[in-house]
Each structure stands twice: as structure tokens, then as C-alpha cells.
Nanobody, 121 residues
Framework: QVHLVESGGGLVQAGGSLRLSCAAS????????MGWYRQAPGNERELVAS???????NYADSVKGRFTISRDNAETTVYLEMNSLKPEDTAVYYC???????????????WGQGTQVTVSS
């Protein structure tokens, strides 16, 4: 089994900062892209940021210049540093990993359980 465990969400005032973490563990052969998505009530889940195993990053226009995605050296943990937070950043944030499982099967996408980020005005 594969597990993605997120942490770091919470309540913060507008202009504040939060750091999300997501650790992947379990029967994993290799991890390709890791990313963060978010879903606000009534909205579809959207990509916030992603990072490949080679370190290439991609950001939603709405977070460029404010959020930074990174991975640890083992490339099993992904972080999202969120600065200058706005009320419209309020959502449940989900970690996603595209990985090859231990049985060398095809690349599959896995999701964490989500962590709530609430930004008050």
C-alpha cells in the first residue's frame, strides 16, 4: 500500500504564511511528479503547484510569486510554502503523487487525505 500523509494546515490571517508537508511511504518503487491541489466549497479541485523528480516546477497563476513547492533529497516528501495568503486561498489542500508502485506496475496517481487551510480577512 501507498500512503500520503499531509500536515501543516490551519487558520491564519490574511498576509500570513503556512507550510504544508506531504510524506509518501509504503510500497513504492519510484516517485515521478508530486503536487498540491486544492478544493474550495462549490469549486472543482484545481492544481496549485507541482514538482517533477528533476525539480521542474509548475504553478497556478493565482499563486505565482507567493507559493513555493519543493521536495526533500529523498524525494519522498513535498512541501508547499505559502506566503502572503489571501482569503481566496481558503480550501482543502490535497497532496498528489504520480508514482511507480513496488510491484513495478504502471505509474498511478495517489492522493492524501487533505488538510484544511483557512485564511481569515
Amino acid at each position: 500500500q501507498v500512503h500520503l500523509v499531509e500536515s501543516g494546515g490551519g487558520l491564519v490571517q490574511a498576509g500570513g504564511s503556512l507550510r504544508l508537508s506531504c510524506a509518501a511511504s509504503g510500497n513504492i518503487f519510484s516517485i515521478n511528479t508530486m503536487g498540491w491541489y486544492r478544493q474550495a466549497p462549490g469549486n472543482e479541485r484545481e492544481l496549485v503547484a507541482s514538482i517533477t523528480s528533476g525539480g521542474s516546477t509548475n504553478y497556478a497563476d493565482s499563486v505565482k510569486g507567493r507559493f513555493t513547492i519543493s521536495r526533500d533529497n529523498a524525494e519522498t516528501t513535498v512541501y508547499l510554502e505559502m506566503n502572503s495568503l489571501k482569503p481566496e486561498d481558503t480550501a482543502v489542500y490535497y497532496c498528489n503523487a504520480a508514482l511507480v508502485p513496488g510491484n513495478r506496475g504502471p505509474i498511478s496517481g495517489y492522493w492524501g487525505q487533505g488538510t484544511q487551510v483557512t485564511v481569515s480577512s
